[in-house]
């Protein structure tokens, strides 16, 4: 991921460094180019790569060799690069923010993936695979999917794409109850944009309470809220000391 290390440590982390390069590389570190030779490589955020580092990706792609930070032996490797971006690369090639060049040498084969909006067929595949995992993660007895749930979500616009729709699932998960997964519909402001009530942990935090409400504070046991939450003892113990609620003489107090 280009956006996910620092511009200093990512040339290092592309092409390796010698031993002796920069303070406190004590040790040889092979790059991912030569870790990945005769295979693919992902570039991740490749809109956010550094203007000073696109010529040795230009060159590593054209000539199939580079040398490590440090070094001057000549690296030959043989890699399939495919590279992704939300950025618009040629706005950004007019601006002088990327090389025209790098950008060119990219786009021999360009797939565009549309907006979730615009592909509502894949929004129920979405649907049951992040209702699965989610419920599988958090031991819930999630068996289906309400259709009335299943037809709120693919009226959605989603503004937030994949992943807005990934957060709303796994919110619905931490509140559903039963084995039909139901809630309320995405709200939508006026632009367009989910705006929950609560975030995640609140939500959680709710759940868990209603959950000792129900139980009478009891924790353990067959009929304990961990059990009904479906978690260990001591995992909903730690969940509730990060989540703030209070114990007390065997009871959780709302805040």
């Known amino acids: 991921n280009c956006a996910a290390i620092p511009a200093g440590l990512l040339e290092s982390e592309l092409f390796g460094h010698e031993r002796g390069a920069f303070t406190g590389a004590v040790t040889r570190s092979v790059g991912r180019f030569e870790r990945a030779h005769r295979g693919t490589l992902l570039l991740d955020e490749i809109g956010d790569l550094p203007l000073e580092l696109q010529p040795k990706i230009l060159r590593v792609m054209q000539e199939r060799q580079f040398e490590r930070l440090g070094g001057t032996a000549t690296v030959h490797t043989d890699v399939r690069v495919i590279c992704a971006t939300h950025r618009n690369l040629m706005d950004m090639v007019d601006n002088r923010e990327f ?19 615009n592909r509502t067929e894949d929004i129920r595949l979405l ?11 958090m031991h819930k007895p999630i068996k289906a999917i309400s259709e009335e749930f299943m037809g709120a979500m693919v009226q959605h616009s989603w503004p937030g794409n994949v992943r807005e729709l ?11 109850t ?7 519909r995405p709200k939508v402001t006026g632009t367009s944009k989910f705006s929950g009530a609560v975030t995640l942990d609140e939500a959680e935090r709710s759940h868990i309470l209603q959950t000792l409400e129900q139980t009478d504070g009891a924790i353990g046991g067959r009929n304990g809220a961990a059990a009904r939450l479906g978690l260990p003892r001591t995992t909903l113990i730690a969940k509730m000391q990060r989540l703030g609620i209070d114990r007390g003489e065997g009871s959780a107090l709302p805040a």
């Open 127 to 137: 649907v049951h695979h992040f209702a699965k995992h989610y419920a599988a993660r």
């Open 166 to 176: 990934q957060n709303f699932i796994e919110r619905s998960v931490i509140l559903s």
């Open 178 to 184: 039963g084995a039909v997964l139901n809630g309320s």
């Open 99 to 117: 090389r025209a060049d790098l950008f060119y040498r990219l786009s021999v084969f360009p797939l565009e993936l549309p907006p979730l909006r």
